[in-house]
């Protein structure tokens, strides 16, 4: 007996990961602005050197690598990487069984 999703609930799964990242990626991106903002007016009340471009740029780098994994790649799980995968284990005699 098969027990693989059917392609369409597959898809479904897909997409409603995929928009749990891009909401997870808003509230990320939000966090990132208010508390920067925040940053920056405090060093306009104390004064002294911009020290807010520290978290802003290291914070920033997190952010973008965050917004790369949801929007600028492929999955990484795709199913024709799954399936040139088994080819692959399939050709070294790997048997599918054996746990």
């Not at 973008?64 to 050709?91: C, K, Q, Y």
């Not at 070294?92 to 746990?99: E, F, P, T």
């Amino acid at each position: 007996m098969d027990n693989a999703p059917e392609p369409a609930e597959s898809l479904r799964t897909l997409a409603a990961a995929q928009v749990e990242k891009k909401q997870d990626f808003t509230i990320h991106l939000a966090a990132y602005l208010a508390v920067n903002a925040f940053l920056v007016v405090i060093w306009a009340v104390s004064g002294g050197g911009f020290w807010p471009i520290f978290p802003i740029v290291g914070w920033g780098i997190g952010l973008a690598l965050h917004a790369w994994s949801v929007f600028g790649r492929n999955p990484m799980t795709s199913e024709a990487r799954i399936s040139a995968e088994e080819d692959r284990l399939r050709a070294k005699g790997v048997d599918s069984k054996a746990d």
